[in-house]
């Protein structure tokens, strides 16, 4: 099968990860999914309250369990039904002259019981519900029952329940299945840290996890989220260090034994946390005016009958009216109190889960540690990595688990502060800060520094201390961007501060988020920190992703009073943008894992620059991204460094300084020298090249005459080009290196002027001792040289003729 077909295969496999929670037959029905008073209870009292209709037969089944309390009292009931801000169902019903008035007066005494019935068919309550809302995920809707007293028309009893038709975006399976391609690429960027240090892996996983974060957080800010975003949202806050508690979790309930005892006073999570939204929200979209006082319902609080009745099964039934303090604000408590997370468990939840990271993270290298030095030691084999690149590898490792806990441990830390709740939780809050604050600082100074210092080329040679530590931060950017890091941390740390310090303010957070998500746009088109052109389409597709998505929300900002249906739709239409992203990057994980196992099967070194989607990491001696830019010809030269300064130079024979070579072999090849000048080391100012030199301007076209460095096959030098006899007594060869030693000199014939040397910077600019004796000796070589020659010559009748 071709690769384009198993690709595609693929991103129909995830797609269907993602929606196929969705795709099961269920029979259409509405159902009460969280009951509250509306009013203080005084007449009517409720401990459990479970009704669904079934459009297909008109049935209702129903499990209540209620209590009347008050002696003789004549009411009216009022049912009433929001759907999306649509009012569908308004009726009100005298029961005095229902069942044959049994209901009225009240009857005082406990109702419970179970069953099923088939409703009159004159009532026709199927045809007064929209048919989407049977198959609509996250129903906005709810139901309130009043009874209201028929002499004084005081409000007796009202319960509110929200519906629900069992279709949610929020899905088990799909938080497992993002958490398993995490979990998965998390095992092949371990891997391939090991077999191909220099594969991008590694740097996807980063930004897929980033990428989940921010989703999850995207459903924090102080806005009136639809229902359907905000189920969409907590798929993902496994991202956050926030995992899904049942109401008798023992791990929250330790939290909240913490808690109390340190000063805490915040309420815990218990039961559904949808009653406690405010009623101008979702899934409400509407404010009830009662018809009793403020006064009033603050005064039927304090009744004992209240205090006597309000248990449930699971605690308490709420009252939740415009003025209670029990309801919970936007952003944070609800997000986190849907699924069974005190808003005063937050930051102690996510510190938690990521202290057993570490501690699992720290565990597994002790484990490979241990297992590499085993087989070392057992096998002898070098190949593996030694105690000090180990050290390295596992920095990097603690390295990224900080990139990864860095931006929700801020965003609940400073929540914390702002909630002053438990001593012992903001003590702990503040020295986590300082911990991962340096976690991060520190790299980062070092990385800044050490190309400041250096060079930023230098951050990317395989042999740097501080490349194998430091890789996370700057491996995909360009080496002239090696800092983008620094702005990019810069804008998760000010989205933490707005999230948790303005979180008063839905219009504020918005704005400032906007600016950021822009900033950071900006900043990748125009300075292009990545390379090749491949991966910065990625990464700015992904800056772009995460300011169209933020900027929609907007639409969800309380005072614009867009209207429930617009907000949904614009709310669906975050979540497929947020969901292609995921699917691009997840999908460039699988294809670069499937290009670096196919390039280790062909023996082909794996690195980033040798793949097609970053271009940053580079192999010992390879070019830079940004020499990678520059034509050959305005490349400039390789600097020779000296291998040791003039004074420590001696003609007699010094030792060769081979530190160089590794430096000089890195650069660009230098021209030819003679390899061998009786054990005389040259300074490096004497290695010019000859006009007639390969690589210089000047060429001879005498094809007869060998270069003056050439090396004939006896194995002996040619200091000279072949000369007649004739020469000899006369001025060297023009155009020869002769000739121009030999110029300001007096007329000595080609003889003289061997015995000069060549004018070089050192001699000329310096004119040290030592850099005269190293001529003198060339030019006593030259001319023994050249006498050589002449016998040579004169032994030759051939040559002489010639």
């Not at 229902?227 to 969409?232: L, N």
């Not at 929700?408 to 002053?420: A, D, N, V």
């Not at 669906?572 to 691009?584: N, P, T």
């Amino acid at each position: 099968m071709p690769f384009l077909a198993w690709s595609r295969a693929f991103t129909f496999v995830l797609v269907l990860s993602f929606l196929g929670p969705f795709a099961q037959a269920k029979e259409k029905s509405l159902f009460t999914s969280s009951v509250t008073y509306c009013s203080p209870p005084e007449t009517l009292l409720i401990q459990r309250f479970e009704v669904a209709f079934f459009p297909s037969n008109s049935s209702v089944s129903f499990n209540v369990s209620a209590s009347s309390v008050e002696k003789n009292v004549n009411v009216t009931a009022n049912l009433f039904v929001n759907v999306y801000g649509l009012k569908p169902f308004n009726m009100t019903l005298d029961l005095c002259n229902i069942l044959h008035g049994a209901l009225c007066p009240l009857p005082m005494y406990n109702f419970t019981g179970a069953d099923s019935i088939t409703l009159p068919s004159s009532l026709d309550i199927a045809s007064r519900i929209p048919g989407i809302a049977f198959v609509i995920p996250d129903l906005e809707g709810f139901a309130q029952l009043s009874l209201t007293e028929v002499n004084t028309g005081k409000v007796k009893a009202c319960v509110q329940t929200t519906l629900s038709n069992g279709w949610s975006i929020r899905q088990e399976a799909v938080e497992w299945t993002t958490g398993g391609i995490a979990l998965g690429g998390l095992v092949a960027a371990g891997a391939f840290s090991i077999l191909a240090p220099e594969a991008i892996i590694p740097i996807r996983l980063l930004e897929l996890i980033s990428l989940y974060q921010t989703i999850a957080s995207s459903a924090l800010l102080n806005l009136n989220y639809p229902s359907v975003y905000r189920s969409f949202a907590l798929n993902f806050a496994w991202a956050l260090g926030l995992f899904p508690a049942s109401p008798d979790s023992r791990f929250q309930q330790s939290i909240n034994h913490m808690r109390h005892l340190t000063g805490g006073n915040l309420p815990d999570a218990g039961g559904s946390a949808v009653g406690l939204v405010n009623r101008k929200y979702s899934p409400f979209n509407s404010f009830v005016a009662l018809q009793a006082s403020t006064a009033q319902l603050l005064e039927r609080v304090a009744k004992p009958v209240f205090r006597r009745a309000a248990e449930t099964i699971r605690g308490e039934v709420q009252t939740v009216t415009a003025q209670s303090s029990n309801v919970l604000p936007a952003g944070i408590p609800v997000y986190v109190n849907f699924i069974n997370v005190g808003t005063g468990n937050a930051f102690m939840t996510v510190f938690l889960v990521v202290l057993i990271l570490l501690a699992i993270t720290l565990g597994v290298l002790s484990l490979g540690f241990v297992i590499a030095r085993a087989i070392r030691r057992r096998k002898g084999r070098t190949g593996l990595l030694s105690v000090d690149d180990y050290r390295s590898f596992a920095f990097s490792w603690f390295l990224r688990v900080a990139m990864v806990s860095f931006f929700p441990l801020l965003i609940f830390i400073f929540y914390q502060w702002t909630l002053k709740d438990s001593w012992l939780s903001i003590f702990l809050s503040v020295i986590t800060f300082l911990v991962i604050a340096a976690s991060i600082a520190y790299p980062s100074f070092r990385v800044l520094a050490y190309a400041r210092k250096e060079n930023p080329e230098e951050l990317y040679n395989r042999d740097s201390r501080i490349r194998n530590r430091f890789r996370p931060l700057f491996s995909q950017y360009r080496s002239e961007r090696y800092w983008f890091f620094a702005p990019v941390f810069g804008g998760l740390f000010l989205r933490a501060i707005f999230i948790a310090f303005a979180k008063g303010s839905g219009p504020a957070q918005i704005a400032l988020l906007v600016a950021i998500e822009l900033g950071l746009v900006i900043a990748h088109i125009a300075l292009k920190p990545i390379n090749p052109k491949g991966a910065h389409i990625f990464t700015s597709y992904l800056a772009v992703t995460r300011l169209v998505a933020t900027g929609l929300l907007i639409a969800f900002i309380e005072a614009i009073l867009v209207k429930p249906i617009p907000r949904v739709v614009i709310g669906i239409i975050i979540a497929i943008i947020w969901s292609v992203a995921a699917l691009f990057t997840i999908g460039n994980i699988v294809w670069n894992i499937v290009l670096c196992a196919l390039q280790r099967g062909n023996g082909r070194e794996v690195g980033l620059s040798s793949q097609s989607s970053n271009g940053s990491m580079l192999e010992k001696g390879s070019k830079t991204p940004s020499q990678l830019e520059k034509s050959p010809s305005m490349e400039e030269p390789a600097v020779i460094p000296a291998t040791r300064s003039n004074s420590h130079l001696d003609i007699d024979g010094p030792e060769v300084d081979t530190a160089s070579e590794g430096r000089i072999s890195r650069g660009r090849p230098v021209n030819p020298t003679p390899e061998h000048m009786h054990s005389v080391v040259l300074e490096p100012g004497i290695l010019q090249p000859y006009p007639i030199s390969p690589t210089g301007s000047t060429v001879s076209t005498m094809e007869d005459i060998p270069s003056i460095y050439s090396r004939p096959s006896s194995g002996t030098m040619t200091v000279g080009s072949l000369l007649p006899r004739r020469w000899s007594i006369s001025m060297s060869q023009p155009g020869t290196p002769m000739s121009l030693s030999s110029q300001g000199h007096s007329s000595g014939g080609g003889y003289q002027a061997s015995v000069s040397a060549p004018p070089t910077e050192s001699t000329s600019g310096h004119g040290s001792n030592v850099s005269r004796n190293t001529s003198l000796r060339i030019g006593q070589l030259l001319q023994q040289r050249y006498e050589d020659i002449e016998e040579e010559l004169e032994s030759s009748p051939k040559l002489s003729r010639s």
